[in-house]
């Protein structure tokens, strides 16, 4: 059975960088995997896509012959795209691979929160292992008050995608291992980001609400700091996703490394 890993985030996050870097280091460790591109609006790409939307559906010319702006050709190209998902997931039974990444569209509120991307999603996984990666940027993850609306993002692509999720902390290598393992130390007590939060002005009512979502949302999450330049925890990653996906049978990393 294959299995699915979806890359989803905010714009910027990092997901094409990581369907790169991780895809390669997949490859390195003798691992069968395919790169599904799933952005119509891609412009150039680090990697060679093995099945590119952009085949079927370009969202530059989707604005010219529409007439329509950036925004309103990525609507249309990821509606459209629905029309092409037999074709594809065609393409992807060829492929044979055992994993394959799915790099998804910038703009993520369109590709999450219109009913394209769960259908998307449901449809090329339909019968195989399937989980999502939720990409957050370092830069959004260091400030507290920019970490706990980011963790409401989170939940809700996890209330649209349903599938398991785990939080991918992308660019460690851009930070201070001090922010890094201050980040860390939220995720494993939500009263201290609360706590770091108060100091950057949150008024006691909004703590009330901040608290009652990020304590849910934190229970029981996989956070994984990762660089897609170094490779930093990218084992990690892996050995996670083997967890949820194959029940921890194929761990092919002897230790998986501790968290950073
Ligand atoms: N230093 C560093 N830069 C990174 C890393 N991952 C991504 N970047 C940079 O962050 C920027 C955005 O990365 P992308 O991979 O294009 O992000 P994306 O989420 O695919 O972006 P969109 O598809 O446009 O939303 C690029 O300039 C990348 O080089 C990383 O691990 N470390
Ligand atoms: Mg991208």
Redesign the pocket.
């Known amino acids: 059975m294959p299995y699915f890993i979806f890359?989803l985030?905010?714009?910027?996050?990092?997901?094409?960088?990581?369907?790169?870097?991780f895809g390669e280091w997949m490859v390195s460790n003798q691992l069968d995997v395919s790169i599904v591109n799933m952005?119509p609006?891609?412009e150039s790409l680090?990697y060679t896509p093995d099945i590119d939307l952009r085949r079927f559906v370009n969202a530059r010319d989707v604005m010219y012959k529409y007439n329509l702006g950036p925004n309103g050709a990525l609507i249309a190209s990821i509606d459209m795209s629905i029309g092409y998902i037999d074709a594809i997931k065609d393409m992807i039974e060829e492929r044979r691979a055992n994993y394959y990444l799915v790099?998804?569209?910038?703009?993520?509120e369109i590709f999450a929160f219109r009913p394209a991307g769960p259908l998307i999603v449901d449809k090329l996984s339909e019968g195989s292992g399937s989980l999502v990666l939720f990409?957050v940027?370092m830069f959004m993850a260091s400030r507290a008050s920019s970490f706990a609306s980011t963790l409401l993002l989170f939940l809700s692509t996890w209330l649209r995608i349903r599938k398991p999720q785990i939080l991918v902390l992308?660019?460690?290598?851009?930070y201070p291992e001090d922010v890094l393992s201050n980040v860390l130390s939220w995720i494993e007590d939500p009263y201290l980001l609360i706590e770091s939060a108060r100091k950057e002005g949150l008024s006691s009512y909004e703590e009330e609400i901040v608290l009652g979502i990020v304590d849910t949302a934190l229970q029981n999450i996989d956070a994984i700091p990762?660089?897609?330049?170094?490779w930093r925890g990218f084992d990690n990653l892996y050995a996670t996703i083997q967890r949820i996906l194959a029940g921890g049978e194929d761990y092919y990393t002897e230790e998986p490394s501790p968290r950073l």
């Open positions: 890359i985030g905010p714009a910027g996050s990092g997901k094409t960088t990581l369907a790169s870097g952005d609006a891609a680090p790099d998804t569209p910038g703009q993520m990409l940027d992308t660019k460690i290598d851009l990762v660089s897609a330049i170094t």
